[in-house]
């Protein structure tokens, strides 16, 4: 494994493991301020790394939705491209006579296609355009699936909804000191009942002379 950035290339030898106090003056750390991990892993090819599934459900929903309309919207227009070099005559029912006109109108039959309404007014007539047709709708059905898929795990994903204190605070407790922060559900009907908690602390000592 490997840091992704250094936050100061030139500091010296540092002890520090990255979960320190001090994120923005120490050189290398695990952990970046937001939150994300600063480590790239090497060694293994590149499609043995990558999870589409688990970037796709961890992308935000703007980011997925946005993924999906591009996509949708991408295979159409490939398909759309093939039935247009296909030419008119594998077609009945085209009213544009002009280049933009029928790609037009091959970009919607292609959704109509690809969603399986098929409205009726296009129709293919000649064997390409039967064929490329059947490869579209087969092709649909694999896309709605995915994305029903991909959905459900998306909304099916546990999620705690929990706020914790800005600042965690040392203080006496019960005849001793104790590290103390706050946390709270903030979700409507959302309720911690025997809550257990496990808390991990890393510690920096500096010492002077």
Request: aromatic letters at 16%; proline letters at 4%; hydrophobic letters at 45%.
């Amino acid at each position: 494994m490997a840091f992704l950035k250094k936050i100061n290339p030139v500091s010296k030898s540092n002890p520090d493991t990255g979960f320190g106090i001090l994120p923005g003056q120490l050189g290398e750390r695990f952990v970046n301020k937001d939150g994300s991990f600063n480590i790239r892993k090497r060694g293994m090819p590149f499609l043995h790394q990558v999870s589409i599934y688990s970037w796709l459900l961890s992308l935000s929903w703007l980011q997925f939705i946005a993924i999906i309309i591009l996509l949708y919207l991408g295979m159409n227009i490939i398909f759309a491209s093939i039935y247009f070099l296909m030419g008119p005559a594998q077609f009945v029912g085209l009213i544009s006579g002009d280049h933009w006109g029928r790609f037009k109108e091959m970009f919607f039959f292609s959704t109509q296609t690809f969603t399986t309404v098929g409205y009726g007014r296009i129709n293919p007539i000649k064997d390409g355009a039967d064929i490329v047709a059947s490869v579209e709708t087969i092709t649909g059905w694999m896309f709605f699936a995915l994305v029903t898929g991909l959905l459900y795990g998306r909304f099916t994903q546990p999620k705690a909804y929990l706020s914790f204190s800005e600042n965690a605070l040392y203080a006496p407790y019960r005849g001793g000191w104790a590290i103390m922060f706050r946390v709270v559900p903030y979700k409507t009907n959302h309720y911690l009942t025997n809550a257990n908690i496990v808390v991990n602390l890393a510690f920096q000592a500096e010492t002077e002379e």
